[in-house]
């Protein structure tokens, strides 16, 4: 529990976000909440006031609450309330400086990508082929997945982009890039069904590779419209949208591999960086490798 004179700073701080700021009961409920979890934290550190607040006492609570297994969100919401409320001490003259002002939480991991596995990947392309509409959703979804496109770059798409003898398609990036991919077997396959009904979606004079019912170049909202209907009509678990499948497939392609920068570059990612979010394989994928390729890892089981 706090000491009396950390009680009475707070409950003066929130009457004047209540009277002058004017905050919503559910705001001042948040400011109250955080300011009294750290006023506890500040009295088990032995702080009677917040005079007595260091810089090294905000590092530490930053620190403690790290330990205690709060998220980063959270204790960037704990630190931003501190902050709050020391300038308002230091304007009524309660502190000469803020001690928060530099303190930050830990980074805030980025959210690892949700991917496909194979089965789902199989369950997901299962469509029928009697239906123009099917055989085109069925080759945008085996390009995505063969090449790792963006949506974008799927739209984009021209007719004189796929090259069928060389197994590739020219499509051009973030940044006006243009890149030359490989295209797997089935999306070939597909993509050879799709430009055999394409003619009953699609003009004479339309260059774009994908066409919806309106007879002209797909939409970005179409496809991901498209692709969330296939996922909910083969019954899979999760919302399926074209990022989905540019994930699965980096991601089955960096388990296969393990070539970081073949992914980035088939990707056309610009920063090795972005890339390496697809190295979130399961330990034993990792303790596998390692036992395999490690010269002492090798030594070791030799030995055993």
């Known amino acids: 529990m706090a000491t009396p004179e950390l009680a009475s700073a707070i409950d003066d701080f929130l009457?004047?976000?209540?009277v002058e700021r004017q905050l919503s009961p559910h705001t001042l409920d948040n400011y109250r909440r955080h300011l009294t979890a750290i006023s506890a934290q500040l009295t088990e550190l032995h702080l009677a006031g917040w005079s007595e607040l260091s810089?090294?006492?905000a590092r530490g609570l930053a620190t403690r609450m790290h330990k205690q297994g709060l998220s980063p969100r959270?204790?960037?919401?704990?630190?931003?309330?501190l902050?709050?409320?020391?300038?308002?001490?230091?304007?009524?003259?309660?502190?000469?400086?803020?001690?928060?002002?530099g303190v930050s939480a830990p980074k805030q991991g980025r959210?690892?990508?949700?991917?496909?596995?194979?089965?789902?990947?199989?369950?997901?392309?299962?469509?029928?082929?009697?239906?123009?509409?099917?055989?085109?959703?069925?080759?945008?979804?085996?390009?995505?997945?063969?090449?790792?496109?963006?949506l974008a770059e799927l739209v984009d798409?021209?007719?004189?982009?796929?090259?069928?003898?060389e197994r590739q398609v020219r499509v051009t990036g973030k940044g006006n890039k243009?890149?030359?991919?490989?295209?797997?077997?089935?999306?070939?396959?597909?993509?050879?069904?799709?430009?055999?009904?394409?003619?009953?979606?699609?003009?004479p004079d339309e260059p774009a590779l994908f066409v919806s019912k309106q007879r002209r170049r797909i939409t970005h909202r179409s496809v991901q419209l498209r692709l969330a209907?296939?996922?909910?009509?083969?019954?899979?678990?999760?919302?399926?949208?074209?990022?989905k499948l540019r994930h699965s497939f980096a991601t089955h392609m960096l388990e296969s591999s393990g070539d970081l920068r073949a992914v980035q570059e088939l990707l056309g990612h610009a920063d090795l960086a972005t890339t390496q979010i697809y190295t979130h394989l399961d330990f034993q994928h990792l303790a596998n490798a390692y036992d395999q390729a490690h010269p002492r890892a090798k030594r070791r089981k030799d030995e055993e």
Request: charged share 25%; net charge neutral.
């Open 15 to 18: 009457d004047y976000l209540r």
């Open 55 to 57: 810089v090294a006492h």
């Open 74 to 81: 959270s204790i960037a919401a704990k630190l931003s309330a």
């Open 83 to 101: 902050r709050s409320f020391c300038d308002w001490l230091v304007l009524n003259g309660r502190l000469v400086a803020n001690p928060a002002k």
């Open 111 to 150: 959210p690892l990508p949700k991917n496909l596995d194979v089965d789902e990947l199989h369950q997901l392309m299962n469509l029928d082929e009697s239906d123009a509409l099917a055989v085109r959703d069925r080759a945008i979804m085996e390009l995505m997945y063969s090449s790792g496109l963006r």
């Open 157 to 165: 798409l021209n007719l004189n982009d796929v090259q069928f003898a």
């Open 178 to 203: 243009e890149r030359i991919l490989p295209v797997g077997r089935m999306a070939l396959d597909w993509l050879q069904k799709w430009l055999t009904v394409r003619p009953e979606l699609a003009g």
């Open 229 to 243: 209907k296939r996922g909910q009509q083969q019954a899979l678990a999760g919302h399926v949208h074209p990022h």
